[in-house]
């Protein structure tokens, strides 16, 4: 795997630089279809660990939901045609044209809340609001197959609400973002040649102070390195493609398990109000009834906790084997990233570097 | 105003008159110094030869049900416990009789935690975190652990005023298990307690591996499963 990984990277460097005039000042280009970067997740797992039984919280299966999620809302994004390239990330992206990021605050059978915060490259707020979502068996959408997700309206009125938000800012602000975006991404790799360019307010809102001249060798290098970057972030994301679709099906599956647990429980309280006053106080038939609505209370719960467990089994290796992937591309990104941080530090020193005296000129101190 | 008075001191008067002889609660320490006190762990099967009759239980509790009555009543008044007292001090023993049925118990333990798995039962829960236990609580009841000395206590207290204490002591060389249970109620004036013995055994490796799966259920196999 390594070795093909090795190769991969020694054609996308090649291809980087083979692309590097077509790179080197940015095609005209649609600024209200921006590039959308969705960060992984957050599982929103509660911190202390003992209140996961409590809130029904199984939090090896909410991480894998953390990765699986942001591909419906990818998808969703991609096919409302509003956007540029639409990428799952592994981790936020400060430079990124538009971040949306999202938590998981709810997800059951039954019902999904998500918390979704769309933030610019400048760091101004575009969205940030609770997304639910409850679809019981009578309103199932239809044609929901494996794979297509129960809550697509919910990813739908997130899609609808980012371009809603996206259309009350002109064009030039779009414009705004994209310089922004680009000139982050440049400060991050070579801050000495991109300082006095971008101020960072008090409130960590980014502003544009000047632009760079269309033509400068620099900034076209960062396009080259930031187009060679995407080509590792586009494999990436089709790694959570992938994942996707391995695990969709038993991932309904899942759901729909929950969904009966949830029926089973909705069962066991109606048994527990019928029986409640049948059998006279103090009785062997009350205490015993008392006894077993807790036990089959109980019972529920476990039976849940072995699903999780059926669950992990079934799709764990398949995202042990994507995020080992993942991070490994990942890494291979940091690496580079630090080398083309010096490379780029060490071509800015050549070029704004005081010509030397040459020696033996026979300048000498009078 | 008077009359309101004099309900709520009758009201109290007759809750204390109903107050059941319950054996005072074990302590239920909140804090843990280091780990867990204790190795439960293992598979355990019943010693029956060990284990208390349940009518020598019933006998002792109906002796405490006897002393737990005011001596010297108005003449003429049967003596003894009432027909009421004896019924519901039998239904707990049922109930005891019932919960402590099972022939075999497996207990997992954790750094976290300790389940007992019992057969046709749920499977009881102690958690201790942040050196605290942390009760499970749902609509029907709310279970809790504690520790007293090596002993774990685990305390389910369901409406009604039932609460059903077991007690948990393992010998030192780990090869034997006393559970002694204590079943309480507010309709009964004394608690009625049973103590079930068990033996550790070891179970034999299996000659299948087997996990559970969604979508193709159990999944066995020779040689350990991927989990």
Redesign the interface.
């Known amino acids: 795997m390594s070795r093909n990984l090795r190769s991969v990277r020694g054609w996308l460097v090649l291809l980087a630089f083979a692309l590097a005039p077509c790179l080197a000042a940015e095609p005209a280009r649609d600024v209200t279809a921006l590039e959308v970067s969705i960060p992984v997740f957050d599982p929103g797992l509660p911190k ?3 209140q996961y ?2 809130l029904e919280v199984f939090p090896r299966i909410r991480k894998i939901e953390a990765m699986f999620l942001p591909f419906v809302l990818r998808d969703t994004l991609e096919k409302s045609r509003e956007w540029g390239p639409v990428r799952v990330v592994p981790k936020p992206d400060p430079a990124a044209e538009l971040t949306v990021a999202g938590t998981i605050l709810r997800s059951d059978g039954d019902t999904l809340q998500l918390r979704i915060t769309a933030t610019d490259a400048s760091g101004r707020v575009w969205l940030d609001k609770a997304f639910g979502s409850t679809v019981t068996g009578a309103n199932v959408p239809q044609g929901t197959a494996a794979g297509m997700s129960r809550f697509q309206p919910l990813y739908d009125r997130i899609a609808a609400e980012l371009a809603t938000a996206r259309d009350a800012f002109d064009e030039n602000t779009l414009a705004h973002v994209t310089d922004i975006s680009i000139l982050r991404y440049a400060t991050e790799l070579a801050p000495d040649a991109f300082a006095g360019y971008l101020k960072t307010n008090d409130d960590g809102t980014v502003e544009l102070l000047r632009l760079p001249a269309r033509d400068d060798p620099m900034l076209a290098r960062i396009r080259q390195v930031r187009g060679a970057e995407d080509v590792i972030t586009d494999a990436i994301d089709g790694k959570f493609r992938e994942l996707h679709s391995e695990i969709a ?2 991932y309904d ?2 759901r729909a ?1 929950r969904r009966k647990s949830l029926e089973y429980r909705a069962e066991d ?1 109606q048994h ?1 109000q019928v029986t409640a006053n049948d059998a006279p ?4 038939e ?3 009834n ?2 077993d ?7 529920t ?2 039976e849940m906790d ?2 999780a ?6 799709v ?2 398949t995202v042990d084997r994507m995020e080992a992937r993942v991070a490994e591309m990942q890494g291979w990104v940091d690496e580079r990233y630090g080398d083309w941080q010096r490379i780029l530090g060490q071509l800015f020193e050549v070029q704004t570097e005081p010509e030397k005296p040459r020696s033996g000129t026979g300048e000498t101190d009078h | 105003m008077r009359s309101a008075v004099i309900v709520l001191l009758c009201g109290l008067a007759c809750a204390c008159a109903r107050q059941p002889v319950v054996d005072p609660p074990p302590p239920m320490p909140s804090k843990l110094s280091a780990g867990l006190p204790a190795d439960f762990s293992g598979y355990w099967q019943r010693n029956y030869t060990r284990d208390e009759d349940i009518n020598g239980a019933l006998e002792a509790a109906y002796r405490k049900l006897e002393r737990s009555l005011p001596q010297g009543g108005p003449p003429g008044a049967p003596a003894g416990p009432s027909p ?1 007292d004896f ?2 001090l ?3 023993a ?2 005891a009789e ?2 402590t049925r099972p022939d075999e118990i497996a207990i997992a333990q954790t750094e ?1 935690e300790i389940t007992v798995q019992r057969k046709d ?3 009881m ?1 102690c ?1 201790f ?2 050196d605290a236990a ?1 009760a ?6 709310q279970e809790v652990c504690g520790w007293d000395g090596k002993d774990l206590i685990n305390q ?1 207290t ?3 005023g ?1 609460q ?1 204490t077991n007690r948990f002591t393992v010998s030192a060389d780990r090869k034997e298990l006393r559970v002694f249970t204590i079943v309480a ?1 507010s ?2 004036r004394v608690p009625f307690t049973i103590s079930r013995f068990y033996k550790r055994y070891d179970r034999l490796p299996p000659d299948f591996h087997c ?6 259920k159990r999944v066995c196999g020779i040689g350990p499963l ?2």
Request: charged share 20%.
């Open positions: 202390d660990p003992a039984r409590e099906s038993v599956l899942w398990y309280a527990a106080r103090g009785s062997f009350q205490l015993e008392t006894y609505n807790y036990k089959y209370s109980r019972i719960s476990q072995q699903l467990v059926a669950f992990n089994n079934e764990g290796p | 009421r019924n519901s039998v239904a707990l049922r109930l019932k919960i976290h039962d749920y499977t829960l958690s975190y942040d942390k499970t609580v749902n609509p029907y009841g389910l369901l409406p009604g039932l059903i109620s309709t009964s996990i559970e799966t969604l979508s193709m991927q989990q």
